[in-house]
């Protein structure tokens, strides 16, 4: 029976992903899929494509994918969750009493808020044009006096906003409250005790010629027109790789199984059959939960399926959460199926200007749904 599930979303994904490549969604793919609990589960992992056009480098399991906006549930979010572990940070704590230094900046945000995007910033600024003219080390202070400078663009707490500036703070309070630059924090705490540090890690800028670093194959991302030139295991986000390439909402790089070994923690964490050591399950549960924001589909640090037009398509849980990484890349959990499905790709490659994956990423979650025959 499982043989034969196993088949039918081979030869369905096979079918949808030919299709994308050959209308140019992108160039190539990794999907990687795990349902059942966790004595009986069972995980699937294919690739599609060419890491570009040029067809020269066929997508394969080891292919490392800039993350993108994953950085925020898997790194920072958990980050956040680790200093609650060691009670070095509460979620009511307020970004004035953190970066004292700031004045009246930050007034009333709390760490909360910048989980759930509802503290009041934009979504987007280009501070690396600004930042790319100081020396690297004062970069990280210049960014926290322009996030601290921000207008608000709402009130806050009334609305959510998805917004990279508010996880560039949440990322600025995780060294500031753990003494450890972010890359270190979470390799250390997050990711080694899962045994995933080779497979999801920051690439801090310089690094990616470094030891073993010159054996792994990053997918290239677009062709970037600050940096002129097609970026290759370099953060495609410019804010993050005026950081250093480390920052709190990109930077991430990872395979597609270190990305669906997370998800899967993830979910045995919230079952309650796991424990990860670095923070609390009863506290991840907490996070997996909606907020009671007007009209936001957003928990803590992870987003949950709109009611209509969700990235994760039609048939996920209400309950089921997940995260989408501009260049390309998306994870899902469904709880109520324990159900994680991943998605790699570098669908800005060459351009960002290709929006094609929006059509398939849903197309792609129904499929698996449909095949496993959990609708």
Same mark, same amino acid.
Not at 11 to 18: K, Q, R
Not at 236 to 251: Q, R, T, Y
Not at 360 to 370: A, C, D, S
């Given at each position: 029976?499982?043989?034969?599930?196993?088949?039918?979303?081979?030869?369905? $994904?096979?079918?949808?992903?030919?299709?994308?490549?050959?209308?140019?969604?992108?160039?190539?793919?990794?999907?990687?899929?795990?349902?059942?609990?966790?004595?009986?589960?069972?995980?699937?992992?294919?690739?599609? /494509?060419?890491?570009?056009?040029?067809?020269?480098?066929?997508?394969?399991?080891?292919?490392?994918?800039?993350?993108?906006?994953?950085?925020?549930?898997?790194? @920072?979010?958990?980050?956040?969750?680790?200093?609650?572990?060691?009670?070095?940070?509460?979620?009511?704590?307020?970004?004035?009493?953190?970066?004292?230094?700031?004045?009246?900046?930050? @007034? /009333?945000?709390?760490?909360?808020?910048?989980?759930?995007?509802?503290?009041?910033?934009?979504?987007?600024?280009?501070?690396?044009?600004?930042?790319?003219?100081?020396?690297?080390?004062?970069?990280?202070?210049?960014?926290?006096?322009?996030?601290?400078?921000?207008? +608000?663009?709402?009130?806050?707490?009334?609305?959510?906003?998805?917004?990279?500036?508010?996880?560039?703070?949440?990322?600025?309070?995780?060294?500031?409250?753990?003494?450890?630059?972010?890359?270190?924090?979470?390799?250390?705490?997050?990711?080694? +005790?899962?045994?995933?540090?080779?497979?999801?890690?920051?690439?801090?800028?310089?690094?990616?010629?470094?030891?073993?670093?010159?054996?792994?194959?990053?997918?290239?991302?677009?062709? $970037?027109?600050?940096?002129?030139?097609?970026?290759?295991?370099?953060?495609?986000?410019?804010?993050?790789?005026?950081?250093?390439?480390?920052?709190?909402?990109?930077?991430?790089?990872?395979?597609?199984?270190?990305?669906?070994?997370?998800?899967?923690?993830?979910?045995?964490?919230?079952?309650?059959?796991?424990?990860?050591?670095?923070?609390?399950?009863?506290?991840?549960?907490?996070?997996?939960?909606?907020?009671?924001? +007007?009209?936001?589909?957003?928990?803590? !640090?992870?987003? @949950? +399926?709109?009611?209509? /037009?969700?990235?994760?398509?039609?048939?996920?849980?209400?309950?089921?959460? !997940?995260?989408?990484?501009?260049?390309?890349?998306?994870?899902?959990?469904?709880?109520?199926?324990?159900?994680?499905?991943?998605?790699?790709?570098?669908?800005?490659?060459?351009?960002?200007?290709?929006?094609?994956?929006?059509?398939?990423?849903?197309?792609?979650?129904? @499929?698996?749904?449909?095949?496993? /025959?959990?609708?």
């Amino acid at each position: 029976m499982e043989n034969n599930k196993n088949n039918i979303i081979i030869s369905n $994904c096979y079918a949808i992903f030919s299709e994308a490549i050959n209308s140019r969604v992108f160039p190539g793919a990794a999907m990687a899929v795990a349902w059942g609990v966790k004595e009986n589960r069972k995980r699937l992992i294919r690739t599609y /494509g060419h890491t570009g056009y040029d067809r020269e480098s066929m997508v394969e399991e080891s292919t490392v994918y800039d993350l993108a906006s994953l950085t925020k549930p898997l790194a @920072t979010t958990l980050a956040v969750l680790s200093l609650l572990k060691e009670r070095r940070i509460m979620l009511s704590d307020r970004v004035s009493d953190i970066f004292p230094q700031t004045g009246i900046a930050f @007034t /009333g945000i709390k760490i909360k808020d910048l989980l759930c995007h509802s503290a009041g910033f934009p979504a987007h600024r280009p501070y690396y044009l600004e930042l790319a003219k100081l020396p690297a080390e004062k970069r990280k202070e210049s960014l926290l006096e322009l996030l601290g400078a921000e207008p +608000p663009a709402y009130e806050l707490g009334s609305i959510s906003i998805y917004s990279d500036l508010g996880f560039m703070l949440l990322g600025l309070i995780v060294e500031k409250k753990s003494g450890l630059e972010l890359a270190g924090f979470f390799r250390e705490k997050i990711a080694a +005790p899962l045994g995933v540090e080779g497979k999801i890690f920051y690439v801090a800028a310089g690094e990616k010629g470094n030891g073993e670093r010159e054996k792994i194959r990053y997918a290239p991302t677009e062709e $970037c027109p600050f940096r002129k030139r097609i970026l290759v295991g370099e953060v495609s986000d410019e804010n993050a790789h005026a950081l250093g390439g480390v920052a709190g909402h990109a930077g991430l790089f990872g395979t597609i199984e270190g990305v669906l070994e997370m998800g899967v923690h993830l979910l045995d964490q919230w079952q309650g059959r796991e424990e990860h050591p670095g923070y609390q399950a009863s506290d991840l549960r907490r996070f997996l939960i909606r907020q009671d924001i +007007p009209g936001s589909t957003w928990a803590l !640090g992870f987003d @949950t +399926p709109s009611a209509t /037009g969700s990235s994760g398509g039609r048939y996920l849980a209400p309950t089921s959460v !997940g995260h989408l990484g501009f260049t390309g890349t998306s994870f899902w959990i469904d709880p109520t199926r324990e159900l994680v499905m991943v998605l790699l790709s570098n669908r800005v490659h060459p351009s960002r200007e290709n929006s094609r994956i929006k059509q398939f990423r849903p197309l792609f979650h129904e @499929t698996v749904i449909e095949s496993l /025959g959990l609708v």
